[in-house]
């Protein structure tokens, strides 16, 4: 044929006719990827080059097995001509960032990170995506997936070229086991504040404790993590530790799975109030508080914190104390202290209250008498049930019980003796209060001297020593 006939038109009829022959050709032969394409998706079939993406569920394709071995140092190694992929760190914790870096493989080409945990090369994740630049080289990160941390030991990256060329690179990543992965709703708070608690990377089910600052004794509380190993959104409240920063410890109680988290632990200001502040002996007062930590014991001394506790009682989950009360005892008179003490926390506080004195208001049967006339006694405020000793100039003449209201009418007896003169001033003390009251008696002698067997000398009965 003579081309040099052909008219510019006819040149560009042939060119366009066989393009579109070629085009048909590819769509029809099989396998249109040929020897180098890579199913990257482990869904298609020869030559699928789906670009897929970061967490999608991929199989991992082979890397040629290199057919050259030589010696090196004395030591028998296969020569590789593909590409190399290092990571930086090669060892992995939960949440943790992994850098890929690669090279060898075609400017300008797409490539998938994949994480292979296990045996299974059908189950890899896509961790990551890059692409290459002018050198061949391209890096990637990826965040080591927190559910992965149970699974420990060696892990493979694979870094795949994403087209026809089969360019496949391998790295080995070991992944630390036992570790988790634990956030707070808040990271500063006392004893006792309610916080939100999320984790990740223990057993499917299995119970978890929770510790502040120590990983001995019991547990604050202790969690439950569901099928995923996960806990989400669980409630707490700040245990007890060192004031200032503190760590946040769950353990895992079957895979013994570690996860910590920072928090500032503030001081705590507890303050306990006495209902009522001031109150005689015997007399009942009721403590109320707040501010402790939760469910600790709250230890509480009697003017100084130290020696033996006078009373101990248990702070409830919000760190108040109630329903304790103390009866103010005898022979107590003005202002005392009382220390409180969380046992755990040892936070401090101290109530006072005021002791006061009986004050009781007597009288006797009558106001005035001759000699020889018997005399009773009457008396309100004293202490209940208490005895009532009666002293005339600082000699114990007679005594009485007062009931349970403190109270006296018609009690003892006493006889004016022939030899009293002017008044007779009673004493009576409450044996047990100390209350005092006096009662004067006028001894009447206008019928003149008069004569009386002596009188015995008053014995105190033993009944009513107090």
């Known amino acids: 044929m003579n081309m040099s006939k052909w008219s510019w038109k006819q040149v560009l009829i042939v060119t366009v006719v066989a393009l579109a022959l070629i ?10 990827g040929g020897k180098g394409s890579v199913d990257l998706t482990g869904r298609g079939g020869p030559g699928s080059n789906s670009s897929g993406s970061t967490g999608e569920q991929v199989q991992v394709p082979e890397v040629e097995k290199p057919t050259k071995i030589v010696r090196f140092n004395g030591k028998r190694v296969p020569v590789g001509e593909g590409p190399v992929a290092v990571l930086n760190p090669a060892l992995a914790k939960p949440g943790g ?5 690669a090279s060898g493989f075609d400017k300008g080409a797409k490539v998938r990170v994949l994480l292979t945990t296990g045996k299974d090369k059908n189950n890899a994740k896509v961790v990551a995506t890059g692409k290459v630049n002018r050198f061949g080289v391209v890096d990637a990160n990826f965040t080591y997936p927190v559910g992965l941390a149970n699974s420990g030991g060696r892990q493979t990256v694979t870094v795949v070229q994403d087209g026809g060329a089969a360019k496949v690179a391998k790295a080995e990543l070991s992944a630390q086991a036992g570790v988790g992965l634990v956030t707070l709703s808040d990271e500063v708070g006392q004893a006792g504040t309610p916080l939100t608690l999320d984790a990740e990377g223990f057993a499917p089910y299995e119970a978890v404790k929770v510790y502040w600052g120590r ?15 996960k806990i989400q959104h669980a409630s707490l409240r700040v245990g007890v530790g060192a004031i200032g920063d503190n760590t946040v410890i769950l353990v895992g109680t079957k895979s013994k799975t570690t996860a910590l988290a920072p928090f500032q632990l503030l001081r705590q200001y507890p303050m ?4 009522p502040f001031a109150a005689r002996a015997n007399s009942t007062i009721n403590i109320v508080g707040k501010g402790f930590a939760p469910n600790e014991r709250v230890l509480a001394y009697f003017g100084k914190a130290t020696g033996t506790p006078v009373m101990t009682m248990r702070a409830s989950d919000k760190g108040t104390i109630g329903g304790m009360a103390f009866k103010v005892p005898y022979d107590l008179f003005g202002r005392y202290s009382l220390i409180f003490v969380g046992e755990q926390s040892r936070a401090s506080t101290k109530a ?4 006061m004195p009986y004050n009781p208001s007597v009288r006797t049967s009558t106001w ?31 005594a009485f019980r007062v009931n349970a209201a403190g109270t006296a009418l ?6 004016i003796p022939a030899d009293a003169q002017g008044k007779l001033v009673f004493k009576l003390v409450g044996a047990r209060s100390k209350g005092v009251g006096t009662a004067t008696v006028s001894v009447d002698k206008s019928e003149g001297k008069v004569q009386l067997p002596p009188q015995k000398k008053y014995k105190l009965p033993p009944d009513l020593k107090n």
């Open 368 to 398: 005035g008498g001759l000699p020889g006339t018997m005399l009773n006694f009457y008396g309100k405020g004293f202490a209940a049930n208490e005895a009532v000793h009666v002293y005339v100039q600082g000699e114990l003449v007679a």
């Open 215 to 229: 990983i001995t004794g019991t547990p604050s509380t202790t969690l439950r993590a569901d099928s995923a190993g």
């Open 272 to 275: 306990v109030l006495t209902k």
């Open 410 to 415: 018609a009690a003892g007896t006493y006889t």
């Open 23 to 32: 085009s048909v050709g590819r769509s029809v032969l099989p396998g249109g």
């Open 352 to 355: 006072g209250f005021q002791a």
């Open 97 to 101: 960032q992994v850098g890929v870096n």
